[in-house]
């Protein structure tokens, strides 16, 4: 079985008490059965620190760009598309837009989100997006830019059922976090059954949401085992099944090559 985890902080992850390094975390994750993780950036420095700290691995993917609670750093968006121009790189994010936690500077995330659905469009590579009490107007701008036309993930879903509809006609990927595991997420659930196989991924959004039973831990890549075995049940399918079209879905969102998506002969 190959599972795919499709957003984790690997820069995120304690190394001084629970992992020695990130081989022991990506070792760690294929005793579960994930073969494959993106590494997920949250700011561009972060980014070059993340590259630096990862290295060179066929396990590990990247994706860069500005969260949107992270703007406050100094950022350039022609920086951002050399970086995301880059080869290792698959993917422009995180973005989006958190009016949750920052109210203050809405236009500006706004601004951003749609510069990197631009670039992503631009490179024909897909955009990661967190969206938090701010539903209409990620959608609205989603719709504007065309992101369609490079693809897209609505990462770590917490809507419901109608935005996943909406979602999905645009022809967004549906990713699905420890989140699902919680027992008073039951609209969240109902989505999870909702959005058809071929459009769904696993993530842990790792070192943050880990599921049941390790809720109150640090999450790690491994531990989307345990989401996707949670999600299978919920779609009344195998965990090989769901392994199976989560990680072929993962290939096709983010253009990755076949052969990196099955183990060795």
Sequence with gaps: MFLVDSHCHLDGLNYETLHRDVADVVAKAK??????MLAVATTLQGF???????????????????????????????ELRRLA??????????????????????????????????IGRELDKPVI????????????????????????????????????????DLGFY??????????????????????PLDRLLV????????PVPYRGKENQPAYVRDVADFVAQLKGVSVEQLAAATT?????????APQRLMLPA
């Design 31 to 36: 005793a579960r059965e994930v073969h494959l």
């Design 129 to 168: 997006v967190h969206t938090r009490a701010a539903r209409e107007d990620t959608l609205t701008i989603l719709q504007e830019e065309r992101a369609g036309e490079c693809g897209g993930v609505l990462h770590c879903f917490t809507e419901d059922t109608a935005t996943a509809r909406v979602l999905l």
């Design 85 to 118: 121009a880059g080869e290792a790189v698959v993917a422009l994010g995180e973005t989006g837009l958190d009016y949750y936690y920052q109210q203050d500077n809405k236009e500006e995330q706004q601004a951003a989100l749609r510069e990197h659905i631009r």
């Design 203 to 210: 993530e842990t959004d790792s070192p943050y949401l880990a």
């Design 248 to 256: 072929a879905n993962f290939g096709q969102l983010f253009h990755v």
């Design 48 to 78: 070059r620190n993340m590259a630096e700290l990862i290295g060179q691995r066929d396990e590990v993917l990247m994706s860069c760009g500005i969260h949107p609670l992270n703007l406050d750093e100094p950022y350039d968006f022609a």
């Design 174 to 195: 549906i990713s699905f976090s420890g989140m699902v595991t919680f027992r008073k997420a039951e609209e969240l659930r109902e989505a999870a059954r909702y959005v």
